[in-house]
């Protein structure tokens, strides 16, 4: 029996040590990974974090990896990382959330709106879900079904911006002003900079034929943010349809000299030159625009468009 023990009892010990080892190979795997991805060093940190799930597949791990390969752009890899551990762990409401913004991402609005509803099953309380449900039925143009998705996510969290603010775009897309606008000031009662809130109040109010209180608007999220390309847009459009030129040109020169490299800029501007009738400075600003933006097929239909004018 002594034999037996010392050889059997060996053979433990030696399993034991290995145990031990690999718990402790795994552990500083996963930590060395947390590091790297604090440091942004991502493919270190993935390669850290497959050798860690190799020795243990631990959901902390997974999500963690899942992480890695969203900062490293792998949105492929995020995405079956997700797959591998909420078909592991289907409780887990964060991997699913963190599924279904891929899901958004990658434009896959019926998975999306599958993942949203795994999760309001197990908790009809959260309100980030119904969030992103209501995204995927805005972007799948079902208007309605997201108006109410967005409306039981306020309920669930009134602070939710967010869904303030797609709740506004939908009713004003559905021309619903005076709802839209309720939703506006209630962002903007709680935060005055929200630079979204102020852009579709603009909107609104240019759309109701208040110039000076829609260039306001404009004006605030361009002091707010000089490189808000939309603020300089919609303000220079307004501008324009106001036949106002030379006060669109000018904000649209303002916007070159801060965003240089913006084709949607420098084709507005070139838009406006032609309505103003100068049509050689027009030219190169869509050419420019062309340069900035080659594959834009609204860009190279309306160079030929403003070509075409010379002939």
């Not at 119904?130 to 998705?149: F, P, R, S, T, W």
């Not at 034929?209 to 307004?238: M, Q, T």
């Not at 965003?259 to 084709?267: F, G």
Request: aromatic letters at 8%; glycine letters at 4%.
């Amino acid at each position: 029996m002594s034999l037996l023990s010392s050889l059997f009892g060996g053979r433990n010990s030696a399993q034991e040590q290995q145990r031990k080892q690999e718990k402790k190979n795994f552990e500083i795997l996963k930590y060395d990974g947390i590091r790297a991805q604090n440091i942004k060093q991502f493919s270190y940190a993935i390669k850290c974090f497959q050798q860690a799930i190799a020795l243990k597949e631990d959901d902390e791990t997974l999500e963690l990896l899942a992480t890695a390969y969203l900062n490293a752009g792998e949105i492929e890899n995020a995405y079956s990382t997700l797959i591998r551990l909420t078909e592991k762990s289907p409780a887990n409401i964060n991997a699913l959330l963190s599924l279904a913004n891929i899901c958004y991402m990658e434009e896959n609005y019926e998975e999306m709106r599958e993942v949203c509803n795994k999760i309001l099953r197990q908790d009809n309380n959260n309100a980030t879900a119904y969030l992103l449900a209501g995204k995927a039925e805005y972007c799948l143009k079902n208007d309605i079904q997201a108006i109410v998705m967005l409306t039981k996510a306020i309920a669930q969290d009134e602070s939710l911006i967010k869904a303030y603010l797609l709740r506004a775009e939908i009713l004003w897309e559905m021309r619903q002003a005076q709802e839209a606008t309720n939703d506006i000031e209630h962002i903007l009662s709680h935060n005055p900079n929200e630079e979204d809130a102020l852009l579709l109040r603009g909107k609104i109010e240019a759309a109701q034929g208040h110039v000076k209180e829609a260039i306001s608007c404009f004006d605030r999220v361009i002091s707010l943010n000089p490189f808000n390309e939309k603020g300089y847009l919609l303000k220079g459009e307004l501008l324009l349809s106001q036949k106002d030129f030379n006060n669109a040109i000018s904000t649209y020169d303002e916007a070159i000299e801060l965003i240089p490299d913006n084709a949607a800029i420098y084709r507005e501007r070139g838009r406006a030159k032609l309505l103003k009738g100068e049509k050689d400075e027009s030219i190169k600003d869509m050419k420019k625009a062309l340069e900035l933006s080659p594959d834009s097929q609204k860009l190279t239909g309306e160079f030929r468009s403003f070509s075409n004018t010379e002939r």
